[in-house]
């Protein structure tokens, strides 16, 4: 089970690898950028913590890749219970923090399960719909939903923690439409979309927290609320745009040291960047989420057995999805939910996960060529 042999390196993921390594290293240079007081030494707990996760991440993910990942499909079912345990003691005994309840303390640190939830979610749907090779029927399609996904979607969207409820539910849907849809069950699905959306609209509204409200509201109109999250959506934009084309260059940055610009090194951490390096260096940022996220798919394409296309499939969509709103939402063309960017944004928890998500498309690809067993 945990044998390494030559063969291993040769077809090892080096690309992902040090892919996800170089957007890191970027990460923490931002974080280091971002949490400095002008005049002063950064705050040393924010970039050397983001430092010490990615050599634990790192450690993660060469275990990851060193059993085969079938394995993970034989355990699908008690991850994903797992899972659900540990959202439900959020909800029980969570602790609190920025108007959610959302992490899980032992003393000596703290974790957000929903980090880990996302990639147990994938390999559970993966599983599940590996067992069959039809095309998925309206019964089908909600037994699946009812099953799999309904409960933590609720779980999620009670702590509160929207943006991940809404990642665990795009996530489904790109999953489901990789496996595929009977062509009538697809049409069936649009219409009854369109003809409830009004309605599905006015009850997800009505649950809404009221932060949740105004964040979708400045969304609309920034200066609807000009003093709340209007004002992280302005400052984020005038960030971005004020590093124009070459940037102001690394350490000149303004907005984040002299904390104009609220999350600046978590959720908001792209505006930073782009402020210190610009059009070009947001394009080579681009070029490398770019790669990891090609690299996904053709690891899917590339797979040996339905459960690993279907496995590599949700991990990239997950990373694509929380590249896509959370560049969306600094930019201020997507509400902003609180969703990091991937790798880059400081977080533990959030690093860990991410490493381990990748160490698994690392290991569908590795293992491509072997076996079946």
């Known amino acids: 089970m945990f044998r390494i042999d030559r063969r291993f390196i040769q077809n090892f993921d080096w690309v992902t690898f040090f892919t996800i390594i170089v957007i890191s290293i970027i990460g923490i240079m931002t974080i280091f950028s971002a949490t400095r007081q002008p005049g002063d030494a950064p705050q040393a707990s924010f970039y050397i913590k983001q430092i010490v996760w990615l050599l634990i991440s790192i450690c993660a993910l060469i275990v990851i890749v060193s059993f085969d ?9 008690p991850l994903y219970v797992t899972g659900i345990l540990l959202l439900v003691i959020v909800l029980v005994s969570g602790r609190t923090g920025m108007g959610a309840q959302r992490w899980l303390s032992l003393g000596f640190f703290s974790f957000q399960p929903s980090e880990f939830f996302k990639l147990m979610f994938i390999i559970m749907l993966a599983s599940y719909y590996s067992l069959s090779r039809e095309a998925l029927h ?11 996904v309904f409960l933590p979607f609720l779980l999620l969207f009670k702590q509160p923690d929207l943006g991940t409820a809404i990642v665990v539910f795009l996530i489904f849907s790109s999953v489901s439409l990789a496996k595929g849809f009977q062509r009538k069950l697809l049409v069936t699905l649009i219409l009854i979309g369109l003809v409830s959306l009004p309605f599905v609209g006015n009850i997800a509204w009505t649950g809404l927290k009221d932060y949740q409200k105004n964040r979708l509201i400045a969304f609309i109109d920034p200066q609807a609320d000009p003093t709340g999250i209007g004002y992280h959506i302005n400052q984020s934009k005038v960030a ?16 984040g040291p002299f904390r104009f610009l609220p999350e600046k090194h978590t959720d908001f951490i792209f505006a930073v960047f ?18 990891l996220l090609v690299r996904g798919l053709d690891t899917a394409r590339k797979a040996k057995d339905d459960f690993g296309r279907l496995l590599a499939l949700g991990i990239t969509f997950m990373f694509a999805i929380y590249f896509f709103v959370n560049t969306g939402m600094t930019l201020g063309i997507m509400p902003v939910v609180g969703i ?3 790798f880059m944004s400081y977080g533990g928890t959030a690093l860990l996960s991410n490493f381990i998500s990748a160490g698994v498309l690392i290991n569908i690809r590795t293992r491509r060529f072997s076996l079946f067993y």
Not at 240 to 255: M, P
């Open 69 to 77: 990942y079938i394995w993970l499909g034989r355990i699908a079912l």
């Open 138 to 148: 309206a019964t089908a399609l909600l037994r699946v939903f009812f099953m799999i």
């Open 240 to 255: 971005i745009g004020s590093g124009e084309f070459s940037g102001k260059g690394y350490l000149k940055g303004t907005q």
């Open 274 to 291: 782009a402020e210190e390096w610009g059009f070009m260096g947001s394009f080579f940022l681009l070029v490398l989420y770019f790669i």
């Open 340 to 342: 990091p960017l991937p």
